[in-house]
């Protein structure tokens, strides 16, 4: 049997603008949340608008509060692609084009190690760097978690999710 492929740029963006609809639809679910919660504060006394015309106002001028739901909105999407990584090797996105991260020792991504990738990924950003890399078509991501994602056969595909728990 051939090595696996390596995935070019144009099929990584693909299953990125996939999981990219995926993740939104999630950070808006989690900002939702935490506005609920700000409002429980706010209607238990311990917090006040202080002049703010909405709930929305009050955590875009006050730091703590943008802080935390910026870190709540990078916590989601990191945890979204460490989930399905350490998961299956697969995001929803991948899944649809038939990728799937593979680490080079060919153990699954531990937890830490689909964080780190989801953080040096830049957004997708990370994957510039498969252009540059016309050999190995590694991204940056890759790069620095040893690991690559590379292109199934449709059984190949297909057998991953027959054997999850």
């Not at 996939?18 to 939702?32: C, E, K």
């Not at 830490?112 to 940056?140: W, Y």
Request: glycine share 8%; aromatic share 12%.
């Amino acid at each position: 049997m051939s090595s696996p492929l390596n995935a070019g740029f144009f099929r990584r963006c693909a299953a990125l603008i996939y999981d990219g609809l995926v993740v939104i639809a999630f950070a808006m679910l989690s900002t939702v949340l935490f506005l609920l919660i700000i409002q429980g504060f706010i209607s238990l006394g311990v917090l006040t608008l202080r002049g703010h015309e909405d709930i929305s106002a009050l955590v875009q001028n006050t730091p703590l509060l943008y802080w935390l739901r910026f870190a709540l909105i990078i916590g989601v999407s990191v945890f979204f692609f460490a989930y399905f990584w350490t998961k299956s090797g697969q995001t929803i996105g991948m899944r649809a084009w038939r990728l799937q991260v593979v680490s080079a020792d060919g153990k699954p991504l531990t937890w830490a190690k689909a964080a780190l990738r989801s953080i040096t990924a830049l957004l997708g950003l990370g994957n510039l760097a498969v252009l540059l890399d016309f050999k190995h078509k590694r991204a940056l991501q890759d790069r620095l978690t040893g690991t690559n994602v590379i292109v199934l056969s449709k059984e190949e595909n297909r057998s991953i999710y027959r054997n999850l728990d």
